[in-house]
């Protein structure tokens, strides 16, 4: 099992911005980091180092329970985003699901990582498309856009958004029952980089959304 970092890394871990995770330090403090894997540099200049997902999860943890990196910086598999236990976004259904502070935190910080993600893995730094890992992950890419954005996911029963797999290539379905919300729910995740469709359940009549990862 990975270290837990030190004290001197923790201290330049809490120090990052705390929206973009810009980190501060030596070039030998740095380098550190990303040998960690919890952080990277960006490959444009100014060439500035970034908390990995897994730097915005030690960062957001608490000091006697800190989560170890899973991957170094530039796979295309942000721990953070991933359903391992440590973060998994909401896809809708899960019983006895919390949405306090920590939660809001954690759902930010695993968004902040991704959009770093997008950043440090197109050659045009751009962020308004998902990203290799979004599409090998649909449902749960498509649920942290949606949580991130502040929608409801659906408890054991009642209303909130589901996010599900469909047998389409690179399309999830997201279910929905208030009609408004459905149409939120598409409005965040155009802005988010994918493209929606409206349809028709052919034997319930309910409406749903079929959406798909941007290419262009």
Known sequence: MTRPPTAAQRRLIEAADPVTGRLRGTETQL???VKRGLAFRHPRPP???FLTPAGHR???APQDSVPSPSAPAGVAEPSAVAASGVFSARIG???GAEAGPARL???HSAWQGLLEL???TRTDGATDRPCAWERAHLVQAAALALEAAGHR???AEGGGYRVRATPQPEAVAVHEPDPAALRACAATLEGAGWQTGEHTEPRTGARYLLASPRRA
Do not use: I, Y
Request: net charge neutral.
């Open 31 to 33: 380098a550190a980091l």
């Open 47 to 49: 060439r500035d180092h």
């Open 58 to 60: 030690v960062r957001d």
């Open 93 to 95: 259904g899960e019983e």
């Open 105 to 107: 935190r954690e759902v």
């Open 118 to 120: 997008r950043r440090m």
């Open 153 to 155: 996911p659906a408890a």
